[in-house]
């Protein structure tokens, strides 16, 4: 089941998202609540994905459908720390997602304090 934090860091909201993100699980309408929840830190939402241990294309789903809804509302929504098992998945899923190596890059690339 997916676990999912909202934290503030600089410029950015942060989305940590662990746990395994699927159609066939709560994963998906979790994730649209806590993109709700993030949304409401306004600016940039950043989705640390950094503890996903798996997904299939239903959760790539549900991120771009998070992406969507975020846009509507006058966001961006980036992703960080894609895990390396699923690194090729996601770029090919979501090509039109900014995607950095770490959150640090993301918060750096923002304007804000990498080292905090």
Same mark, same amino acid.
């Given at each position: 089941m997916a676990e999912f934090t909202v934290r503030d860091r600089g410029r950015l909201t942060i989305l940590d998202v662990t746990g395994?993100? +699927?159609?066939?699980?709560?994963?998906?309408?979790?994730?649209?609540?806590? @993109?709700?929840?993030? @949304?409401?830190?306004?600016?940039?939402?950043?989705?640390?994905? +950094?503890?996903?241990t798996a997904m299939d +294309?239903?959760?790539?789903?549900a991120l771009y459908q998070a992406r969507i809804y975020a846009d509507r509302q006058g966001?961006?929504?980036?992703?960080? +720390?894609?895990?390396?098992?699923?690194?090729?998945?996601?770029q090919a899923e979501l090509p039109h997602f900014e995607i950095y190596d770490t959150e640090d890059a993301a918060v750096a690339a923002h304007g804000g304090d990498a080292s905090a």
């Open positions: 395994e993100i +699927s159609g066939s699980g709560e994963g998906y309408e979790r994730l649209d609540r806590a @993109v709700l929840k993030a @949304v409401d830190g306004g600016g940039t939402i950043l989705l640390n994905l +950094s503890g996903v +294309s239903a959760g790539a789903d966001l961006d929504v980036k992703v960080a +720390s894609i895990p390396p098992k699923l690194r090729d998945f996601l």
